[in-house]
Each structure stands twice: as structure tokens, then as C-alpha cells.
Antibody, heavy 121, light 108 residues
Framework: EVQLVESGGGLVQPGGSLRLSCAAS????????MNWVRQAPGKGLEWVSY????????YYADSVKGRFTISRDNAKNSLYLQMNSLRAEDTAVYHC??????????????WGQGTLVTVSS | EIVLTQSPGTLSLSPGERATLSCRAS???????LAWYQQEPGRAPRLLIY???SRATGIPDRFSGSGSGTDFTLTISRLEPEDFAVYYC?????????FGQGTKLEIK
């Protein structure tokens, strides 16, 4: 069974940093591209970042470019999101999501339950 | 950046009725890269449709997707109680993914 479990969320002050993790199991993690998607309280979904299976290709949404860094450790079956210079508008539940890849049109076929990040003083 | 606009914002229907949800793109989207998701309160989104019209694994055949270019539709042929949720369309293009703002399907 495919499982994605996020951790690392919490309360942080504006300007602070946080590192999120996503532990993957039930599939060959190193073969799949991965993404982070966030959802502010009561709002819709917002894509945050993408990383290729080997980590060599990375994309970011404009809203987080220069502040967030996505990475992965295929030996540990883990995905990460380093978040710096956090702002109130970054408050959201952050989901990791598996990317099905080009041949399927890049849908996100499995999602974690998410971890809540709250940016507030 | 391609903007996806979903309509209506809220759709009120009864179980057994047919639901038609719309997703309009600000510029042409490759059908290959258009997906639909369902999200129930407090839960992670679930992939329903990819490639505009292909059902994901385990998705009942009452869910269908169609469309091309800038206009896409998700149809639920006969609503079941568990179908009342929020639905999002999503597209991929130019190294970016974008989601629509969502349509809430509520029980009338």
C-alpha cells in the first residue's frame, strides 16, 4: 500500500524557518517525481514545488521561489521542504504528493494527509 | 501562467441527480495534462480523472471527464451520498502546475 506521511509542521514566527519531511513507503520512491502542495485554512489547493525522481530537475511556484528549497533522499525514501523567511501567508496544511509522470499527464495519484504550518507571532 | 476558473462555485443537488462541473482555462491546455480531484472535509485530495477523460484506479464509472482546449467538464452521472465534496481541476504546463479554485458540491 502506498503511504506518504508528512511531519515537521508547527508554529513559527514570521521570518523563521521550518523543515518538512515526507516519508514514503509501498512503492519504489526513487522512480517517482514528487511534489509539495499546500492548502491555506478554508482555501483551495496551491502547488508549491516539484522535484524529479533523481533530484536533478526542480520547479517552484513564484510565491515561494527563493525562500523554499525542495530536496529528496532516495536512500531514505524521503522528501523534504526547507522553508525560510516564512510569512503569514505561508500558513497552510502542506501535502506531499506523488507525480504519476509525463506518460500519464502528470497527475498527482497519491497524497499524504498533510502537516500544518502556522506562521504567527 | 495558466489560470483555471471553475464554475459554479457551489452546486446544490440531490442524491440520484446528475452533476456537471466546469473548468475553464485562460489559455489552451493540453488534454493530456488536465486532471480532476475530489476532496472531502479533513481529508487529502483524491485523484479522479487524468488526461481529461481517464478514470484513476478504483474510481466508479459514474465519474467521467471530457473537454479540450480551454473548456473541460467533470460529470457525475448519478450522485451518491459520498460524492458531496469539493472538486478541483488541475493542469500542468511550462514547468508549472495550477489548480482551479474548486467547486463545492452540496446536498440540496
Amino acid at each position: 500500500e502506498v503511504q506518504l506521511v508528512e511531519s515537521g509542521g508547527g508554529l513559527v514566527q514570521p521570518g523563521g524557518s521550518l523543515r518538512l519531511s515526507c516519508a514514503a513507503s509501498g512503492f519504489t520512491f526513487s522512480s517517482y517525481e514528487m511534489n509539495w502542495v499546500r492548502q491555506a485554512p478554508g482555501k483551495g489547493l496551491e502547488w508549491v514545488s516539484y522535484i524529479s525522481s533523481g533530484g536533478g530537475t526542480i520547479y517552484y511556484a513564484d510565491s515561494v521561489k527563493g525562500r523554499f528549497t525542495i530536496s529528496r533522499d532516495n536512500a531514505k525514501n524521503s522528501l523534504y521542504l526547507q522553508m525560510n523567511s516564512l510569512r503569514a501567508e505561508d500558513t497552510a496544511v502542506y501535502h506531499c504528493a506523488r507525480d504519476r509522470g509525463y506518460s500519464y499527464g502528470r497527475p498527482f495519484d497519491y497524497w499524504g494527509q498533510g502537516t500544518l504550518v502556522t506562521v504567527s507571532s | 501562467e495558466i489560470v483555471l476558473t471553475q464554475s459554479p462555485g457551489t452546486l446544490s443537488l440531490s442524491p440520484g441527480e446528475r452533476a456537471t462541473l466546469s473548468c475553464r482555462a485562460s489559455q489552451s491546455v493540453s488534454s493530456s495534462y488536465l486532471a480532476w480531484y475530489q476532496q472531502e472535509p479533513g481529508r487529502a485530495p483524491r485523484l479522479l480523472i487524468y488526461g481529461a477523460s481517464s478514470r484513476a484506479t478504483g474510481i466508479p464509472d459514474r465519474f467521467s471527464g471530457s473537454g479540450s482546449g480551454t473548456d473541460f467538464t467533470l460529470t457525475i452521472s448519478r450522485l451518491e451520498p459520498e460524492d458531496f465534496a469539493v472538486y478541483y481541476c488541475q493542469q500542468y504546463g511550462s514547468s508549472l502546475y495550477t489548480f482551479g479554485q474548486g467547486t463545492k458540491l452540496e446536498i440540496k
